[in-house]
């Protein structure tokens, strides 16, 4: 584990390695202001496969 400051009063935050680990973030090019979604760096190949796989609607 490892203890950050974070805010302007400084509270201690203690965060785990899962919580460091690096993300990848995925937004919908059509719609940019609706939410992020963000995967374990390890979970992003499986999802692109998933998407190549389904089938696609209209």
């Known amino acids: 584990m490892r203890l950050s400051d974070f805010g302007p009063r400084r509270r201690r935050t203690v965060r785990g390695e899962s919580e460091l680990a690096p993300r990848i973030a995925v ?3 059509k719609a940019p202001a609706r939410a992020t979604l963000v995967l374990p760096a390890e979970a992003f ?3 692109l496969e998933a998407l190549k796989s389904s089938p696609r609607g209209p």
């Open 27 to 29: 937004r919908d090019s």
């Open 45 to 47: 190949a499986p999802f």
